[in-house]
């Protein structure tokens, strides 16, 4: 197995987690945590089993904010410009490469503790427009609407369509 991964060299932020395939479950989370490829993590192990359950050959883990925090509260409270110009390009770089995908929408309820998660969403659809990419979510949806956090997901939840573009529209932050 080939994995795709991508952190700062300080390993303060990580932009990519996956592996290499050709049909892959692409994942839009929060922001990461400890996962890479040495580390594993809950989240991965359950993108990882719901990627195989579902016949996906290869999983990828991008986040709307590349700062690592295992707990919210340590994430800036201001975006760093530099972490967000890398973080985009490298979304575009992998959204690039499986045009007409379906993104798994995951971010789950702490997309209210920042100000600027609707704003990371906004740029990360106006990537996934150009690839003409689309979206799903797992499970059924948080309160206000919001797709549930990969981790706490059970198998066999199953997949429903889902409009981010709406979702951006509606759900104050």
């Not at 290499?20 to 890479?36: A, D, F, Q, R, Y």
């Not at 972490?83 to 770089?93: Q, Y």
Request: proline fraction near 8%.
């Amino acid at each position: 197995m080939t994995y795709l991964y991508l952190n700062t060299p300080d390993n303060r932020a990580r932009f990519v987690l996956g592996t290499e395939g050709t049909k892959p479950l692409i994942v839009m989370s929060i922001n990461p945590s400890v996962g890479s490829p040495t580390v594993k993590s809950p989240t991965v192990t359950t993108v990882r089993h719901i990627a195989e359950d579902y016949g996906y050959d290869s999983w990828i883990i991008l986040c709307l904010y590349p700062q690592r925090a295992t707990h919210l509260d340590e994430l800036d409270q201001v975006p760093d410009p530099e972490l967000v110009a890398e973080n985009m390009k490298v979304i575009d770089s992998v959204l690039s490469r499986y045009p007409g995908t379906r993104i798994w929408a995951a971010w789950g309820t702490h997309y209210k503790d920042r100000f600027y998660f609707p704003q990371m969403l906004q740029q990360v659809l106006t990537i996934a427009g150009r690839y003409h990419d689309s979206w799903m979510h797992y499970g059924p949806l948080d309160e206000g609407g919001i797709p549930q956090y990969c981790l706490y997901l059970d198998k066999g939840e199953g997949w429903f369509p889902f409009n981010a573009e709406q979702f951006l529209e509606t759900t104050p932050v």
